[in-house]
């Protein structure tokens, strides 16, 4: 019996978390010259992502309703191009979706391999917001998992700016303000 003692001792470490689950950690952060509101209306509008978003080039709610509402715990069908030239399908699962602030979504087996995909909204001002574009990965077989987090880094960027052009333009357009 005392053979059993460590093993069983080890066991019971990895299920209480007594070793670190492998992370990788993407932050990403824009300044948009628009108002909060206008800047959810863009992210939350995934029928038109295929108009701007370089990145996640096509989401869809997988639910049975009318076209462009979007619930917590949603299912999520997402298209991912990477600049690398990758190409990625997942399904995935609204995880927050407080209005006008946080919209996260995430999917996976949590411990195994998990994703959860962050957009945070502030306002700076009445015509200032800061998106933080984030995602944390883990699990025990993210170091099998070829991510690439260079090209997934790249990717927000790119989809950080195109955000950024299409908000302010509507924002412009909006306020009758001239293009700059």
Not at 129 to 154: K, M, Q, W
Request: charged share 30%.
């Amino acid at each position: 019996m005392k053979h059993l003692a460590l093993p069983l001792g080890l066991t019971g470490m990895l299920a209480l978390g007594g070793c670190a689950t492998p992370t990788t950690e993407i932050r990403t952060k824009t300044e948009i010259q628009a108002p909060v509101s206008v800047v959810w209306d863009v992210l939350r509008d995934f029928d038109r992502y295929p108009e701007w978003n370089p990145y996640h080039v096509k989401v869809s709610v997988l639910e049975d309703r009318d076209a462009g509402t979007l619930r917590l715990r949603d299912k999520i069908h997402v298209f991912i191009q990477k600049p690398d030239g990758h190409a990625l399908d997942l399904k995935a699962r609204i995880r927050v979706l407080d209005d006008g602030e946080r919209l996260y979504w995430g999917g996976g087996v949590k411990g195994v391999f998990h994703g959860e995909h962050r957009f945070v909204l502030t306002a700076l001002g009445p015509d200032r917001t800061r998106l933080d574009h984030d995602e944390d990965f883990s699990g025990f077989a993210l170091p099998f998992v070829p991510l690439g987090p260079e090209a997934i880094e790249r990717g927000y960027v790119l989809m950080n700016e195109a955000l950024k052009a299409r908000a302010e333009k509507i924002h412009r357009a909006r306020s009758g303000m001239a293009a700059n």
